[in-house]
């Protein structure tokens, strides 16, 4: 049972367009939501996150968002750029918990 | 300063063997954490631990999977008769306090397990 998804395996933007990543989840009890971003032979490293108190977070170029009622949530990259090319996992987790339910990944090829 | 470090890096072992995966947390990290990724899948929970102590290791996937941390630093996950099932990247993270999401988690590199 996949209690958070990423349906879409890969995504190709083009260089300084806005890239949009999807995650969807099933778990109410979910109170906290992070991305992280892998690069080949890498540790996976934590990139954004959301309290499910808030509906946005920015930083910099990344910005999360929170829809709770629809259990969704998205980070978008604006402008995009070659560095940006990566694995992001969408993860959530209960605060009062200690571990973190990862999705399956979105691998994002940005192009020239 | 240092991050986190796993050994070996890849490691190739015949069913049924036995293998261990070592990891070494960011010195003053009281939370360690395991996980695996399979193959086009996510990370996979393994087991938690506060200190010396594994409140959490829900996500063992079988007997054959156990863990230990001594001196609240260095981890060792071992995995006993091996199957090929088991081949996967075991990933290893560790954060300051092991708030669950809320702390930040760092994650090693990651030991490559093939099972052949």
């Known amino acids: 049972d996949q209690q958070v998804k990423q349906n879409s395996p890969s995504l190709s933007v083009q260089e300084g367009r806005i890239s949009i990543l999807n995650c969807d989840y099933t778990?109410?009890?979910?109170?906290?939501f992070l991305w992280y971003k892998k690069y080949p032979a890498e540790g996976p490293t934590f990139l954004i996150s959301?309290?499910?108190?808030?509906d946005k977070n920015e930083d910099g170029r990344f910005t999360v968002f929170l829809n709770k009622s629809a259990k969704h949530l998205s980070l978008h990259i604006v402008p995009s750029q070659p560095g940006d090319s990566a694995v992001y996992f969408c993860?959530?987790?209960?605060?009062?918990?200690?571990?973190?339910?990862f999705g399956s990944g979105t691998r994002l090829s940005i192009r020239p | 300063g240092a991050g986190v470090s796993q050994s070996p890096s890849n490691k190739v072992t015949e069913k049924g063997k036995d293998v261990e995966l070592r990891c070494d947390p960011i010195?003053?990290?009281?939370?360690l954490y395991w996980y695996r990724q399979s193959l086009g899948q996510g990370l996979e929970f393994l087991i938690y631990f506060q200190g010396n102590s594994a409140p959490d290791k829900s996500g063992l996937p079988s007997d054959r999977f156990s863990a230990e941390r001594t001196g609240g630093s260095v981890s060792t996950l071992t995995i006993q008769r091996t199957q090929q099932e088991d081949s996967a990247v075991y990933l290893c993270?560790?954060?300051?306090?092991?708030?669950?999401?809320?702390?930040?988690?760092?994650f090693g590199p990651g030991t490559r397990l093939t099972v052949l």
């Open positions: 778990n109410s009890m979910f109170d906290y």
């Open positions: 010195s003053g990290h009281t939370a």
């Open positions: 993270a560790s954060s300051l306090q092991g708030g669950g999401g809320t702390d930040t988690q760092y």
């Open positions: 959301i309290s499910s108190i808030k």
């Open positions: 993860a959530a987790s209960r605060s009062s918990a200690s571990k973190i339910i």
